[in-house]
Protein backbone atom coordinates (compact mmCIF):
# COMPACT_ATOMS: atom_id res chain seq x y z
CA UNK A 1 0.00 0.00 0.00
CA UNK A 2 1.52 3.39 -1.06
CA UNK A 3 1.68 5.57 2.03
CA UNK A 4 0.73 9.02 -0.24
CA UNK A 5 -2.99 7.80 -0.47
CA UNK A 6 -3.35 6.08 2.41
CA UNK A 7 -5.34 7.83 5.31
CA UNK A 8 -5.56 5.91 9.28
CA UNK A 9 -9.10 5.44 8.56
CA UNK A 10 -8.76 3.02 5.69
CA UNK A 11 -6.38 0.65 7.31
CA UNK A 12 -9.15 -0.38 10.29
CA UNK A 13 -7.96 0.23 13.77
CA UNK A 14 -10.22 0.71 16.31
CA UNK A 15 -11.70 3.91 16.41
CA UNK A 16 -10.20 4.55 20.08
CA UNK A 17 -6.82 4.00 18.24
CA UNK A 18 -7.78 6.55 15.84
CA UNK A 19 -9.38 9.36 18.18
CA UNK A 20 -5.52 9.10 20.02
CA UNK A 21 -3.99 9.48 16.56
CA UNK A 22 -6.23 12.49 15.93
CA UNK A 23 -5.18 13.73 19.11
CA UNK A 24 -1.50 12.99 18.88
CA UNK A 25 -1.55 15.14 15.52
CA UNK A 26 -0.94 12.31 12.94
CA UNK A 27 -2.62 13.28 9.80
CA UNK A 28 -1.32 10.47 7.56
CA UNK A 29 0.29 6.60 8.61
CA UNK A 30 4.34 6.92 7.68
CA UNK A 31 5.48 4.63 4.98
CA UNK A 32 6.48 1.55 7.04
CA UNK A 33 2.97 2.17 8.92
CA UNK A 34 1.25 1.98 6.13
CA UNK A 35 2.94 -0.93 4.77
CA UNK A 36 3.03 -2.54 8.08
CA UNK A 37 -0.09 -2.57 9.80
CA UNK A 38 -2.63 -3.73 7.33
CA UNK A 39 0.22 -7.37 7.74
CA UNK A 40 -0.13 -7.26 11.02
CA UNK A 41 -3.83 -6.98 11.38
CA UNK A 42 -4.14 -9.95 8.64
CA UNK A 43 -2.27 -12.06 11.68
CA UNK A 44 1.03 -12.49 9.56
CA UNK A 45 4.35 -12.51 10.93
CA UNK A 46 6.74 -9.47 9.53
CA UNK A 47 9.92 -9.08 9.33
CA UNK A 48 11.24 -5.19 8.77
CA UNK A 49 13.56 -2.95 7.94
CA UNK A 50 12.99 0.16 9.38
CA UNK A 51 15.27 2.98 11.06
CA UNK A 52 14.57 5.20 13.97
CA UNK A 53 12.86 8.09 12.94
CA UNK A 54 10.59 6.28 10.28
CA UNK A 55 7.45 5.97 12.70
CA UNK A 56 8.43 2.38 13.02
CA UNK A 57 7.24 2.18 17.04
CA UNK A 58 3.70 3.22 16.00
CA UNK A 59 3.89 0.54 13.00
CA UNK A 60 3.92 -2.32 15.21
CA UNK A 61 2.32 -0.80 18.33
CA UNK A 62 -1.06 0.25 16.97
CA UNK A 63 -2.01 -3.22 15.39
CA UNK A 64 -0.91 -5.05 18.58
CA UNK A 65 -2.96 -2.70 20.21
CA UNK A 66 -5.93 -3.19 17.77
CA UNK A 67 -5.89 -7.02 19.25
CA UNK A 68 -6.26 -5.85 22.23
CA UNK A 69 -9.82 -4.16 21.75
CA UNK A 70 -11.02 -8.02 21.63
CA UNK A 71 -11.27 -9.54 25.01
CA UNK A 72 -8.82 -12.17 25.78
CA UNK A 73 -11.01 -15.72 26.74
CA UNK A 74 -8.68 -16.34 29.68
CA UNK A 75 -8.61 -14.29 32.51
CA UNK A 76 -5.40 -14.48 33.57
CA UNK A 77 -3.06 -11.65 34.59
CA UNK A 78 -0.64 -11.97 31.62
CA UNK A 79 0.73 -9.87 28.73
CA UNK A 80 -1.16 -10.14 25.99
CA UNK A 81 1.92 -8.26 23.96
CA UNK A 82 5.88 -8.65 24.45
CA UNK A 83 7.91 -5.79 23.20
CA UNK A 84 11.48 -6.78 23.54
CA UNK A 85 14.11 -4.04 23.10
CA UNK A 86 18.14 -3.56 23.40
CA UNK A 87 18.36 -0.53 25.65
CA UNK A 88 16.36 0.80 28.69
CA UNK A 89 15.83 3.97 26.90
CA UNK A 90 13.81 2.21 23.84
CA UNK A 91 11.76 0.50 26.40
CA UNK A 92 10.79 3.54 27.67
CA UNK A 93 10.12 5.16 24.62
CA UNK A 94 8.00 2.02 23.65
CA UNK A 95 6.13 2.22 26.57
CA UNK A 96 5.47 6.17 26.60
CA UNK A 97 4.09 5.36 22.77
CA UNK A 98 1.83 2.21 23.90
CA UNK A 99 0.22 4.47 26.74
CA UNK A 100 -0.06 7.67 23.97
CA UNK A 101 -1.57 5.09 21.67
CA UNK A 102 -3.35 2.71 24.05
CA UNK A 103 -4.73 5.71 26.19
CA UNK A 104 -8.72 4.95 24.91
CA UNK A 105 -8.17 1.20 24.74
CA UNK A 106 -7.00 1.10 28.37
CA UNK A 107 -4.19 -0.70 27.68
CA UNK A 108 -2.34 -1.59 30.75
CA UNK A 109 1.54 -1.47 29.73
CA UNK A 110 4.66 -1.78 32.20
CA UNK A 111 8.36 -1.82 31.53
CA UNK A 112 10.88 -4.35 33.39
CA UNK A 113 14.22 -3.08 32.35
CA UNK A 114 17.67 -3.86 34.10
CA UNK A 115 18.62 -1.46 36.46
CA UNK A 116 15.46 -0.71 38.75
CA UNK A 117 14.64 -2.25 41.92
CA UNK A 118 13.00 -5.85 42.13
CA UNK A 119 10.80 -5.22 44.86
CA UNK A 120 8.65 -2.57 42.30
CA UNK A 121 8.91 -4.90 39.65
CA UNK A 122 7.30 -7.26 40.92
CA UNK A 123 4.74 -5.42 41.93
CA UNK A 124 3.76 -4.15 39.00
CA UNK A 125 3.89 -7.95 37.40
CA UNK A 126 1.26 -8.84 40.17
CA UNK A 127 -0.93 -6.92 38.43
CA UNK A 128 -3.02 -7.70 35.22
CA UNK A 129 -1.56 -6.35 32.16
CA UNK A 130 -1.54 -6.33 28.74
CA UNK A 131 1.74 -4.99 27.09
CA UNK A 132 5.01 -5.54 28.41
CA UNK A 133 7.86 -3.82 27.14
CA UNK A 134 11.39 -5.47 28.55
CA UNK A 135 14.95 -5.91 28.33
CA UNK A 136 15.79 -9.37 27.88
CA UNK A 137 18.13 -10.40 30.43
CA UNK A 138 15.64 -8.93 33.07
CA UNK A 139 12.94 -10.43 31.68
CA UNK A 140 14.12 -13.62 31.58
CA UNK A 141 15.41 -12.98 35.31
CA UNK A 142 11.83 -12.54 36.22
CA UNK A 143 10.76 -15.61 33.93
CA UNK A 144 13.12 -17.77 35.52
CA UNK A 145 11.52 -16.73 38.70
CA UNK A 146 8.27 -17.59 37.94
CA UNK A 147 6.57 -14.26 38.27
CA UNK A 148 5.35 -13.94 34.70
CA UNK A 149 2.23 -15.96 33.23
CA UNK A 150 2.71 -15.71 29.66
CA UNK A 151 -0.08 -18.02 29.28
CA UNK A 152 -2.05 -15.31 27.49
CA UNK A 153 0.50 -14.16 24.96
CA UNK A 154 -0.14 -13.57 21.67
CA UNK A 155 2.16 -11.33 20.01
CA UNK A 156 5.82 -11.25 20.20
CA UNK A 157 7.81 -8.09 19.04
CA UNK A 158 11.58 -7.77 18.66
CA UNK A 159 12.63 -4.13 18.24
CA UNK A 160 15.51 -3.42 17.15
CA UNK A 161 16.54 -7.08 16.62
CA UNK A 162 20.28 -6.01 15.18
CA UNK A 163 21.06 -3.97 18.16
CA UNK A 164 19.85 -7.11 20.25
CA UNK A 165 22.26 -9.57 18.29
CA UNK A 166 25.44 -6.77 18.31
CA UNK A 167 24.95 -6.61 22.42
CA UNK A 168 24.92 -10.10 22.76
CA UNK A 169 21.12 -10.32 24.16
CA UNK A 170 20.11 -13.12 21.30
CA UNK A 171 20.71 -15.94 23.77
CA UNK A 172 18.30 -14.76 25.92
CA UNK A 173 15.86 -13.75 23.32
CA UNK A 174 15.60 -17.12 22.13
CA UNK A 175 15.40 -19.13 25.74
CA UNK A 176 12.10 -15.82 26.18
CA UNK A 177 10.95 -17.60 22.31
CA UNK A 178 11.01 -20.69 23.62
CA UNK A 179 9.53 -20.06 26.69
CA UNK A 180 6.43 -18.41 25.08
CA UNK A 181 3.52 -19.77 23.44
CA UNK A 182 3.74 -21.35 20.11
CA UNK A 183 0.90 -19.96 18.60
CA UNK A 184 1.50 -16.02 18.48
CA UNK A 185 2.09 -13.53 15.93
CA UNK A 186 5.87 -12.73 15.84
CA UNK A 187 7.33 -8.77 14.26
CA UNK A 188 10.91 -8.48 13.82
CA UNK A 189 11.59 -4.81 13.24
CA UNK A 190 15.65 -4.12 12.69
CA UNK A 191 17.85 -1.56 11.07
CA UNK A 192 19.07 -4.34 8.37
CA UNK A 193 17.57 -8.20 7.90
CA UNK A 194 21.10 -9.04 6.35
CA UNK A 195 23.56 -11.80 7.69
CA UNK A 196 22.25 -13.03 11.08
CA UNK A 197 19.70 -11.62 11.28
CA UNK A 198 18.40 -12.78 8.11
CA UNK A 199 18.91 -16.34 9.77
CA UNK A 200 17.81 -15.85 13.59
CA UNK A 201 14.37 -14.23 12.03
CA UNK A 202 13.92 -17.60 9.83
CA UNK A 203 14.36 -19.43 13.05
CA UNK A 204 11.36 -17.16 15.11
CA UNK A 205 9.47 -16.45 12.47
CA UNK A 206 6.47 -18.48 10.80
CA UNK A 207 6.20 -17.43 7.00
CA UNK A 208 6.78 -13.71 7.78
CA UNK A 209 6.00 -10.63 4.99
CA UNK A 210 9.01 -8.68 4.24
CA UNK A 211 8.90 -4.93 4.41
CA UNK A 212 11.82 -2.53 3.58
CA UNK A 213 11.51 0.84 3.87
CA UNK A 214 13.35 3.37 2.03
CA UNK A 215 16.45 2.56 0.52
CA UNK A 216 19.95 3.54 2.16
CA UNK A 217 20.65 6.22 0.00
CA UNK A 218 16.97 7.91 0.61
CA UNK A 219 17.48 7.65 3.76
CA UNK A 220 18.27 11.00 6.52
CA UNK A 221 17.08 13.04 3.52
CA UNK A 222 15.38 15.92 6.30
CA UNK A 223 18.97 15.78 8.02
CA UNK A 224 22.11 17.63 6.62
CA UNK A 225 25.41 15.95 7.19
CA UNK A 226 28.67 18.55 7.67
CA UNK A 227 32.45 17.02 8.73
CA UNK A 228 34.63 18.98 10.12
CA UNK A 229 38.44 18.17 9.75
CA UNK A 230 39.94 19.08 13.27
CA UNK A 231 43.75 19.19 14.10
CA UNK A 232 44.12 18.74 17.86
CA UNK A 233 42.00 18.59 21.17
CA UNK A 234 41.60 22.31 21.35
CA UNK A 235 40.89 22.82 17.46
CA UNK A 236 37.95 20.24 18.55
CA UNK A 237 36.84 22.10 21.83
CA UNK A 238 36.87 24.96 20.18
CA UNK A 239 34.77 24.39 16.93
CA UNK A 240 32.65 22.29 19.47
CA UNK A 241 31.87 25.54 21.59
CA UNK A 242 31.66 27.71 18.36
CA UNK A 243 28.96 25.51 17.29
CA UNK A 244 27.14 25.43 20.51
CA UNK A 245 27.09 29.13 20.96
CA UNK A 246 24.44 29.10 17.98
CA UNK A 247 21.05 30.63 18.83
CA UNK A 248 19.97 28.24 16.15
CA UNK A 249 20.80 25.20 18.07
CA UNK A 250 17.60 24.04 20.15
CA UNK A 251 19.30 21.48 22.00
CA UNK A 252 21.71 19.11 20.94
CA UNK A 253 23.43 15.82 21.36
CA UNK A 254 27.07 15.57 22.09
CA UNK A 255 28.62 12.12 20.90
CA UNK A 256 31.63 10.71 22.67
CA UNK A 257 33.15 7.33 22.77
CA UNK A 258 33.50 6.73 26.21
CA UNK A 259 31.75 7.06 29.60
CA UNK A 260 34.89 8.86 30.83
CA UNK A 261 35.09 11.50 28.27
CA UNK A 262 31.43 11.84 28.52
CA UNK A 263 31.66 12.99 31.72
CA UNK A 264 34.84 15.00 31.01
CA UNK A 265 33.43 16.98 28.52
CA UNK A 266 29.83 17.14 30.10
CA UNK A 267 31.79 19.00 32.95
CA UNK A 268 33.66 21.08 30.99
CA UNK A 269 30.57 21.95 28.74
CA UNK A 270 28.80 22.84 32.04
CA UNK A 271 32.18 25.13 33.63
CA UNK A 272 31.86 26.88 30.01
CA UNK A 273 28.00 27.93 30.81
CA UNK A 274 25.78 25.67 28.92
CA UNK A 275 23.03 24.03 30.19
CA UNK A 276 24.72 20.16 30.16
CA UNK A 277 24.48 16.87 31.35
CA UNK A 278 25.66 13.67 30.45
CA UNK A 279 24.16 10.23 29.71
CA UNK A 280 25.78 6.93 29.79
CA UNK A 281 25.35 3.41 30.82
CA UNK A 282 27.53 3.92 34.05
CA UNK A 283 24.40 6.03 35.56
CA UNK A 284 21.77 4.58 37.69
CA UNK A 285 18.60 3.63 35.62
CA UNK A 286 16.80 6.74 38.06
CA UNK A 287 19.92 9.13 36.90
CA UNK A 288 19.50 8.52 33.16
CA UNK A 289 15.61 8.82 33.57
CA UNK A 290 15.45 11.82 35.17
CA UNK A 291 18.33 13.55 32.96
CA UNK A 292 16.08 12.48 29.93
CA UNK A 293 13.38 14.07 31.70
CA UNK A 294 15.02 17.46 31.94
CA UNK A 295 16.27 16.84 28.71
CA UNK A 296 12.45 16.74 27.36
CA UNK A 297 11.57 19.85 29.62
CA UNK A 298 14.55 21.78 27.50
CA UNK A 299 16.49 22.33 30.67
CA UNK A 300 19.06 20.50 29.60
CA UNK A 301 20.43 22.25 25.96
CA UNK A 302 23.40 19.80 25.47
CA UNK A 303 23.35 15.94 26.62
CA UNK A 304 26.88 14.51 26.18
CA UNK A 305 26.41 11.06 25.26
CA UNK A 306 27.60 7.42 24.37
CA UNK A 307 26.07 5.60 21.95
CA UNK A 308 24.14 2.82 24.14
CA UNK A 309 22.72 4.76 26.39
CA UNK A 310 21.70 7.41 23.48
CA UNK A 311 19.84 5.01 21.43
CA UNK A 312 15.76 5.40 21.17
CA UNK A 313 15.88 9.16 22.34
CA UNK A 314 12.91 10.96 20.75
CA UNK A 315 13.26 14.45 21.90
CA UNK A 316 11.67 16.93 19.14
CA UNK A 317 13.36 20.18 20.21
CA UNK A 318 16.93 18.51 19.12
CA UNK A 319 18.26 20.31 16.33
CA UNK A 320 21.84 19.24 16.25
CA UNK A 321 23.87 15.82 16.61
CA UNK A 322 27.66 16.82 17.14
CA UNK A 323 29.67 13.27 16.79
CA UNK A 324 32.72 14.79 18.97
CA UNK A 325 34.37 11.58 18.64
CA UNK A 326 33.46 9.58 15.38
CA UNK A 327 31.56 5.75 16.31
CA UNK A 328 33.24 3.12 16.12
CA UNK A 329 30.46 1.22 14.13
CA UNK A 330 29.34 2.95 10.88
CA UNK A 331 26.12 1.76 11.85
CA UNK A 332 25.62 3.71 15.05
CA UNK A 333 26.11 6.65 12.63
CA UNK A 334 22.84 6.70 11.36
CA UNK A 335 21.38 5.89 14.69
CA UNK A 336 23.35 9.16 16.48
CA UNK A 337 22.21 11.11 13.54
CA UNK A 338 18.66 9.78 13.77
CA UNK A 339 18.17 11.89 17.21
CA UNK A 340 17.73 14.81 15.50
CA UNK A 341 15.32 15.53 11.98
CA UNK A 342 12.67 13.52 14.14
CA UNK A 343 8.72 13.83 13.36
CA UNK A 344 9.17 15.37 9.82
CA UNK A 345 11.73 18.20 11.29
CA UNK A 346 15.00 19.00 9.55
CA UNK A 347 18.41 17.99 11.64
CA UNK A 348 22.07 19.33 11.34
CA UNK A 349 24.45 16.37 11.92
CA UNK A 350 28.18 17.14 12.53
CA UNK A 351 31.18 14.92 12.87
CA UNK A 352 34.33 16.03 13.65
CA UNK A 353 37.03 13.90 12.28
CA UNK A 354 41.00 14.10 12.44
CA UNK A 355 43.21 12.89 9.44
CA UNK A 356 43.81 9.53 11.08
CA UNK A 357 39.70 8.87 11.20
CA UNK A 358 39.14 9.34 7.47
CA UNK A 359 38.99 5.52 6.91
CA UNK A 360 36.48 5.60 9.45
CA UNK A 361 34.90 8.74 7.90
CA UNK A 362 34.54 6.79 4.09
CA UNK A 363 33.07 3.35 6.02
CA UNK A 364 30.37 5.22 7.45
CA UNK A 365 29.90 6.95 4.06
CA UNK A 366 29.82 3.69 2.44
CA UNK A 367 27.23 2.47 4.93
CA UNK A 368 24.85 5.50 4.40
CA UNK A 369 25.60 5.58 0.85
CA UNK A 370 26.09 9.50 1.25
CA UNK A 371 28.71 11.87 1.47
CA UNK A 372 29.54 14.36 4.29
CA UNK A 373 30.74 17.10 2.91
CA UNK A 374 33.46 18.82 4.32
CA UNK A 375 33.13 21.71 5.80
CA UNK A 376 35.30 24.93 6.74
CA UNK A 377 33.94 28.01 9.29
CA UNK A 378 35.58 31.16 8.87
CA UNK A 379 38.08 31.50 11.52
CA UNK A 380 38.08 27.57 12.31
CA UNK A 381 40.30 26.56 9.70
CA UNK A 382 42.20 23.44 9.95
CA UNK A 383 46.24 23.44 9.59
CA UNK A 384 46.15 20.85 7.37
CA UNK A 385 43.61 20.76 3.96
CA UNK A 386 41.08 18.10 4.14
CA UNK A 387 42.47 14.98 3.49
CA UNK A 388 40.06 12.55 1.03
CA UNK A 389 38.11 10.17 1.56
CA UNK A 390 37.18 8.89 -1.68
CA UNK A 391 40.54 8.65 -3.20
CA UNK A 392 43.26 5.86 -4.35
CA UNK A 393 45.32 6.69 -1.45
CA UNK A 394 42.61 6.85 1.06
CA UNK A 395 43.83 3.53 2.44
CA UNK A 396 45.54 2.96 5.56
CA UNK A 397 48.83 1.92 5.33
CA UNK A 398 50.95 -0.50 6.79
CA UNK A 399 50.69 1.43 10.50
CA UNK A 400 47.18 0.37 10.85
CA UNK A 401 46.53 -0.31 14.08
CA UNK A 402 43.34 -2.43 15.39
CA UNK A 403 40.33 -0.29 15.77
CA UNK A 404 40.43 1.78 12.84
CA UNK A 405 43.50 4.41 13.73
CA UNK A 406 46.49 4.85 11.11
CA UNK A 407 49.77 5.86 13.10
CA UNK A 408 50.66 8.55 10.68
CA UNK A 409 53.80 10.19 10.87
CA UNK A 410 52.79 13.74 12.60
CA UNK A 411 50.25 12.21 14.41
CA UNK A 412 51.79 13.22 17.77
CA UNK A 413 52.45 16.61 16.53
CA UNK A 414 49.18 17.08 15.37
CA UNK A 415 48.32 16.94 19.43
CA UNK A 416 46.03 14.24 19.51
CA UNK A 417 47.67 12.70 22.28
CA UNK A 418 47.47 9.29 20.35
CA UNK A 419 46.91 8.40 16.84
CA UNK A 420 43.14 8.27 17.31
CA UNK A 421 41.28 10.83 19.37
CA UNK A 422 38.94 8.43 20.88
CA UNK A 423 41.96 8.00 23.31
CA UNK A 424 42.60 11.80 23.89
CA UNK A 425 41.41 13.68 26.38
CA UNK A 426 38.35 15.96 25.90
CA UNK A 427 40.22 18.91 27.58
CA UNK A 428 41.37 22.33 26.34
CA UNK A 429 39.77 25.42 24.59
CA UNK A 430 36.83 25.84 26.74
CA UNK A 431 34.95 28.52 28.11
CA UNK A 432 36.30 31.32 25.73
CA UNK A 433 32.92 32.53 24.79
CA UNK A 434 29.29 32.96 26.23
CA UNK A 435 26.68 30.00 25.75
CA UNK A 436 23.57 30.90 23.83
CA UNK A 437 20.16 31.19 24.76
CA UNK A 438 19.80 30.83 28.33
CA UNK A 439 22.40 28.93 29.05
CA UNK A 440 24.31 31.69 31.34
CA UNK A 441 26.23 29.89 33.33
CA UNK A 442 24.44 31.28 36.42
CA UNK A 443 21.52 29.64 35.30
CA UNK A 444 23.30 26.62 34.56
CA UNK A 445 23.69 24.78 37.29
CA UNK A 446 21.84 25.93 40.48
CA UNK A 447 20.08 23.73 42.66
CA UNK A 448 21.73 20.67 40.70
CA UNK A 449 25.16 21.10 40.38
CA UNK A 450 27.55 21.43 43.79
CA UNK A 451 30.42 23.64 43.55
CA UNK A 452 30.62 22.11 47.13
CA UNK A 453 31.57 18.89 45.78
CA UNK A 454 33.66 19.77 43.06
CA UNK A 455 36.55 21.65 45.81
CA UNK A 456 36.14 18.70 47.89
CA UNK A 457 37.00 16.44 45.31
CA UNK A 458 34.23 14.40 45.62
CA UNK A 459 33.26 12.49 42.64
CA UNK A 460 32.62 13.81 39.07
CA UNK A 461 28.96 14.76 39.30
CA UNK A 462 27.54 13.57 35.95
CA UNK A 463 24.58 15.91 35.21
CA UNK A 464 24.66 19.59 35.68
CA UNK A 465 21.62 20.89 34.58
P1 LIG B 1 10.03 6.18 15.60
O1 LIG B 1 10.64 5.89 14.26
O2 LIG B 1 9.03 5.17 15.99
O3 LIG B 1 11.09 6.40 16.64
O4 LIG B 1 9.17 7.55 15.48
C1 LIG B 1 9.73 8.78 15.14
C2 LIG B 1 8.84 9.96 15.50
O5 LIG B 1 7.77 10.10 14.56
C3 LIG B 1 8.18 9.91 16.87
O6 LIG B 1 8.37 11.17 17.46
C4 LIG B 1 6.72 9.69 16.59
O7 LIG B 1 5.92 10.32 17.58
C5 LIG B 1 6.53 10.35 15.24
N1 LIG B 1 5.49 9.73 14.39
C6 LIG B 1 5.23 8.41 14.26
N2 LIG B 1 4.25 8.19 13.37
C7 LIG B 1 3.86 9.42 12.91
C8 LIG B 1 2.87 9.86 11.96
N3 LIG B 1 2.10 9.01 11.29
N4 LIG B 1 2.76 11.19 11.76
C9 LIG B 1 3.55 12.07 12.43
N5 LIG B 1 4.51 11.71 13.33
C10 LIG B 1 4.67 10.41 13.57
Do not use: W
Not at 16 to 24: D, G, N, P, Q
Not at 300 to 307: G, K, Q, S
Amino acid sequence: MSSENTSFEQLNLHPSILRALEEAGYATPTPIQAQAIPEVLAGHDLMASAQTGTGKTAAFTLPALNLLATPHPSRSRGPRILVLTPTRELAAQVNEAARKYGKFIRARTVSIVGGMPYPLQNKLLSQPLDILVATPGRLLDHMERGRIDMSRLQMLILDEADRMLDMGFMPDVERICNALPAERQTLLFSATLDGNIGNIARQILRNPKTIQVAAQKEKHANIEQRLHFVDDMNHKNKLLEHLLIDADVNQAIVFTSTKRHADLLAEDLYAAGHKTAALHGDMTQGARNRTLTKLRHGDVRVLVATDVAARGIDVAGITHVINYDLPKFAEDYVHRIGRTGRAGKTGIAVSFASHADRYQVRKIEQFTGQRMEATVIAGFEPKRPAPRTDGPNDRPRSGKKPGGGYKGRNSNASGFRSDDNRSAHPRQGFGDRKPAGNGQRQDAGRGNFSDKKRTEGARRPRTFA
